[in-house]
């Protein structure tokens, strides 16, 4: 299976956030993936550390992959509360995103117990046409063994260019993001992602 873009992170070297807030916090790239040789963190307003489907007709009518995994852990102050995984579709530009969410784990209930690390992961199957314009599939995943079932995407992509030509960034279908939003504040929150990638066959 090819690799068509990879945030280039793995077990020795994921991304990772964590800390107080219950609003979504996005994976950052690491460092050394940008030239500016810093981690790249994307945003609610910049998208910059996304990755992306190329265009140049690379996926054109080609079924692909979108992969995400890691593991998370809670505050020891957490009541027991809940943890949501998902990934976003980014088709505006890098510096006024307009995201949508293709892919969610939903609210899964989460363990509390300190020093204990749960893992997860969400794959879609995805396939699009430029004639068609627009993204369609499916999705399923895991997180701490708690099933979740395949679906259709949660949301599906329209206006889109396989070719890249026409795209708002240049040479991209559209970048992707993953977030984890934890439902209680807890300073020992933390959630790792060890892999992200866009494959095919």
């Known amino acids: 299976m090819a690799t068509f873009s990879n945030m280039q992170i ?3 070297n994921p991304s990772t956030v964590g800390g107080t807030g219950v609003l979504p916090k996005y994976f950052p790239a690491p460092s050394g993936n940008f030239t500016s040789g810093v981690s790249t ?3 609610a307003t910049n998208a910059t550390g996304q990755i992306v489907v190329h265009g140049d007709n690379e996926s054109n009518g080609q079924l692909f992959y979108i992969t995400a995994s890691g593991d998370f852990e809670v505050g020891p102050g957490g ?3 809940s943890v949501t995984i998902d990934i976003q579709a980014n088709t505006g530009t890098l510096v006024a995103p307009v995201y949508t969410t293709i892919a969610t784990t939903g609210a899964i209930t989460a363990q509390t117990n300190l020093n204990t690390l749960y893992p997860w992961f969400l794959q879609v199957a995805a396939v699009g046409t430029s004639g068609a314009g627009t993204l369609g ?3 399923y995943g895991s997180v701490d063994n708690t099933n979740v079932a395949l679906t259709a995407l949660t949301n599906t992509l329209s206006g889109l260019d396989f070719s890249g030509t026409t795209s708002k960034i240049i040479g991209t279908v559209f970048g992707l993001v993953v977030r984890v939003t934890f439902s209680v504040s807890e300073p020992g929150n ?4 060890y892999m992200f990638a866009v494959s095919g066959d």
Not at 190 to 193: F, I, P, Q
């Open 10 to 12: 793995n077990g020795a």
């Open 41 to 43: 963190t994307p945003s």
């Open 190 to 193: 933390k959630a790792n992602m």
């Open 137 to 139: 599939g499916n999705y």
């Open 79 to 81: 009541a027991c509360p």
